[in-house]
């Protein structure tokens, strides 16, 4: 099979599994390496039927570091005065299957009609291939007919795994134990703080985007496990990825890390990942610490933070000059492609990056 048709075919078995993974039910598997600390709706935890959820809203901002979760809900007892045990998820997982009191929430605070109340941690049962799953539990007094206001605020981890994504989800399911549907649910994720060229994409569907924020409303909402709408997932490819080879798009699987960059209509990626794209050789020379790539019938050698590189035994000069990062040496796509023997212009409208390359894989 010629090396394009077999990335392809590849690249097709690749996204007919992550989309299989979008529409599983429950918590979504990943693969090793993995750290995830997600939240969700409070659930009651003691078998009751008076206490409706009249409100859910849940504010995230989300940053390269983590997400900060600001969750405010809404309670109303229909009877008589009563008492009940309130849990919050703590979900997620890392690379042994395990969620230690380390490897949660970076921060969880709780209020009641204002004022900070203490919870305990209550562990749930393990779940085979599923997500490790705890409670932050605490005790709330209702008189006869009141509302009652609980706040939560959290940060932690996004999520991600060894294909390359990441992630934050958030589970309404659990907000299915009270009496009747949900009155009023509205999710907002803001991104402004993650860089532009993060491709960042939610589900379920019929959210609206603006500003760099994403936002799911509903009423009278009975979530169910799934991510229809018991489980909010917004993803996104930490990195630049908008790059196409003879018209048509690389797959997320050919960028290796650490992962291409956008920085002022410059293109950055590993030496690596361009040897990568092509039958070519990288050859790192510790002594001079100098790379060697061969490609198309060319030798260019580079060193960090260097703008001048040998190309075929003379130099050139690079308007960027190369640096390590990760113990790989990134260069200027833009500038080393056309050295080579090929082509690379960037959109600034599209923000898309067109290669042609001598001995492409794609």
């Known amino acids: 099979m010629p090396p394009g048709r ?17 529409a599983a039910a429950g918590p979504l598997p990943a693969d090793d390496g993995a750290i995830e600390a997600e939240g969700g709706a409070f659930r009651l935890m003691d078998e009751h039927t008076s206490v409706e959820m009249v409100s859910e809203r849940v504010v995230a901002d989300l940053s390269p570091g983590g997400a900060e979760v600001d969750c405010t809900f809404v309670f ?26 380390t490897d949660g929430f970076t921060q969880f605070t709780t209020w009641v009609d204002g004022e900070e109340v203490p919870t305990t941690i209550e562990k749930a049962p393990p779940r085979v291939g599923g997500a490790m799953l705890r409670w932050r539990a605490k005790t709330v007094q209702f008189d006869a007919g009141q509302e009652r206001t609980v706040r939560v605020r959290y940060g932690g981890p996004l999520g991600g795994d060894s294909s390359g994504f990441a992630f934050f989800p958030y589970t309404l399911y659990t907000g299915a134990s009270w009496k009747g549907p949900i009155g009023q649910v509205e999710v907002i994720i803001n991104h402004s703080d993650l860089p532009e060229y993060w491709e960042v994409r939610a589900h379920p569907e019929g959210y609206i985007e603006k500003d760099n924020s994403i936002a799911w409303r509903w009423e009278n909402l009975e979530p169910e496990p799934g991510i229809s709408t018991g489980r909010l997932f917004v993803s996104f490819f930490p990195g630049y990825s ?39 050789q990288v050859e790192w020379q510790s002594e001079s610490c100098t790379a060697l790539l ?23 000069e690079l308007e960027h000059a190369p640096y390590i990062k990760a113990n790989r040496l990134v260069v200027p796509l833009l500038e080393i492609v056309p050295l080579i023997g090929g082509t690379a212009t960037f959109d600034a409208k599209t923000k898309e990056t067109h290669l042609t390359l001598p001995d492409s894989n794609f």
């Open 294 to 316: 061969t490609m198309g019938g060319h030798t260019l050698a580079l060193r960090p933070k260097d703008s001048e590189v040998v190309l075929d035994g003379e130099t050139r």
């Open 6 to 22: 077999r990335w392809k075919v590849v690249f097709a078995i690749f996204i007919s599994i992550i989309g299989l993974l979008f």
């Open 76 to 101: 109303k007892n229909t009877v008589d005065a009563t008492t009940v045990k309130m849990g919050f998820p703590e979900e997620g997982w890392n690379s042994g299957g395990l969620l230690e009191d």
């Open 242 to 280: 908008k790059f196409y080879m003879k018209g048509e798009r690389l797959p997320q699987f050919a960028l290796r890390h650490p992962y291409p960059t956008l920085q002022d209509s410059e293109v950055w990626a590993s030496l690596r990942t361009l040897a990568g794209w092509a039958e070519s």
